[in-house]
């Protein structure tokens, strides 16, 4: 049996399937023959060509984002083999899968908690926070487009300042904080949308305003 080896994913060596040469985990590109590689398992940032950390420079990103859409844009492989066609669909595929996943600050915070090992085992059953429950109660009473309009504001308040909580106890690597955040953050989307669609079933079909 062969002695296994323990390297992490960025100290193997690839080989260029057209040209075997060796490539690093990172490349996309051989750099001997040119041959656009097979999407390789790295983590969406190094995905993006961003820094590691959860505070992202989201301007950064885009401009990142734009940069692969470019590079791996269909009209570049047109007169590419089949092969280098379906290495480019499934490169645009992870970058457009990353690129989601971490523009978004609480996909991004999940991932995170997932990449530091530090995600809850288990959404373990919790008592909702004061104010959620108040929103809840607020829900089942409003009867009104304006008292939804109202709710619909105020849960959007609290989901931002959910979300700038949330950062700032990952900052300081406070898992257990940061998976309650995350769980009031859900209790609140769910809500939100909920506020959403009583809100639009109150909407006469026919409204022009
Ligand atoms: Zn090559």
Redesign the pocket.
């Known amino acids: 049996m062969d002695k296994i080896i323990d390297l992490s994913v960025n100290q193997q060596e690839f080989l260029?399937?057209?040209?075997?040469?060796h490539?690093s985990v990172r490349a996309m590109f051989?750099?001997?023959?040119?041959?656009i590689q097979p999407v390789r398992d790295i983590d969406q940032f190094q995905r993006m060509g961003m820094e590691k950390k959860i505070d992202l420079d989201l301007q950064a990103l885009e401009r990142n984002y734009a940069a692969l859409q470019r590079t791996f844009n269909v009209e570049r492989f047109m007169i590419r083999s089949q092969q280098e066609k379906t290495y480019a669909s499934k490169h645009r595929e992870a970058v457009q899968m990353a690129f989601d996943n971490l523009r978004d600050p609480i996909s991004r915070s999940r991932y995170w908690l997932m990449l530091n090992k530090a995600e809850a085992k288990e959404s373990a059953t919790q008592q909702n926070s004061a104010i959620i429950s108040e929103l809840h109660m607020m829900y089942q009473e409003a009867a009104e487009p304006s008292a939804l309009d109202k709710l619909a504001q105020r849960t959007g308040q609290e989901i931002e300042m959910g979300i700038i909580r949330l950062l700032s106890v990952l900052r300081v690597q406070d898992w257990d904080s940061a998976n309650k955040v995350l769980s009031e953050l859900d209790e609140l989307e769910t809500l939100i949308a909920a506020v959403r669609e009583k809100r639009q079933s109150l909407t006469p079909q026919n409204d022009k305003v």
């Open positions: 260029c399937w057209s040209c075997h040469e490539l051989c750099n001997h023959c040119g041959s």
